[in-house]
């Protein structure tokens, strides 16, 4: 089956580490999205990539940073610049092409103590 | 103000009753509207989809746009215990194919009793 796989699922780090966060689509999607997610808030855009070996900056990308070096992957690493990470993170991929719906992940909740 | 306003509820109703979801928004540039369903520890998924004022419909669900209140609402008849997950608004001025533009309401959550 065609989809978008996070890991972890859950990830606990020490405030003061960098960490990163994996996503892998098999949708052939050119388009892929980072999201964060935190209660009583809408999601809101980190980072999104429309083609390989290009991405922009979303609302809120200070204290993150992504890479798009293959269509189907997207990682995103969370710096200790980022003033408050504990967070739940989607990633979702779109054909890029007109309107097509966005395609989540399941999700990564990051701990940071 | 938030552009996107959405109450977080919880909305809870027994089985069988007719739901509705509502989001107001700010911007009258807006003419994209999804819902988007997301149960828990899940991501999102696209739900409905309507382009500019009307209603839509698909099934149990319905999708109707007040451009005019600035006002959107997504209907559920006969509503089911499965049907219980959070409900996200989302919406953008477009065009149609700048997902990366979308303003998201913060997520309405209902719990459908049997």
């Known amino acids: 089956d065609g989809g978008i796989t996070q890991s972890p699922k859950y990830l606990f780090r020490k405030e003061g580490q960098n960490v990163t966060l994996s996503c892998e689509q098999n949708?052939?999607?050119?388009?892929m999205y980072w999201y964060r997610q935190d209660p009583g808030q809408g999601l809101r855009l980190i980072y999104y990539?429309?083609?390989?070996?290009?991405?922009q900056k979303g609302d809120i990308a200070e204290g993150y940073s992504v890479s798009r070096e293959k269509k189907e992957s997207f990682p995103l690493t969370v710096t200790s610049a980022q003033k408050n990470p504990t967070a739940f993170y989607l990633c979702?991929?779109?054909?890029?092409?007109?309107?097509?719906?966005?395609?989540f992940g399941n999700g990564t909740r990051l701990t940071v103590t | 103000q938030k552009e996107v306003e959405q109450d977080p509820g919880p909305l809870s109703v027994p089985e069988g009753a007719i739901v509705s979801l509502n989001c107001t928004y700010s911007?009258?540039?807006?003419?994209?509207f999804m819902w988007y369903r997301q149960y828990s520890r899940k991501g999102p998924e696209l739900l409905m989809y309507?382009?500019s004022s009307g209603n839509k419909e698909d099934g149990r669900f319905t999708a109707q746009v007040d451009k005019s209140s600035k006002y959107i609402s997504l209907f559920i008849r006969d509503s089911q215990p499965s049907d219980s997950a959070t409900y996200l608004c989302?919406?953008?001025?477009?065009?149609?194919?700048?997902?990366?533009?979308?303003?998201w309401g913060a997520g309405t959550k209902l719990i459908i009793k049997p």
């Open positions: 979702a991929s779109e054909r890029g092409q007109g309107f097509s719906p966005l395609h």
């Open positions: 949708l052939n999607h050119d388009a």
């Open positions: 990539s429309q083609i390989v070996n290009d991405f």
């Open positions: 911007n009258s540039a807006f003419q994209y």
């Open positions: 309507t382009y």
């Open positions: 989302a919406m953008s001025a477009g065009p149609g194919d700048s997902n990366y533009q979308l303003i």
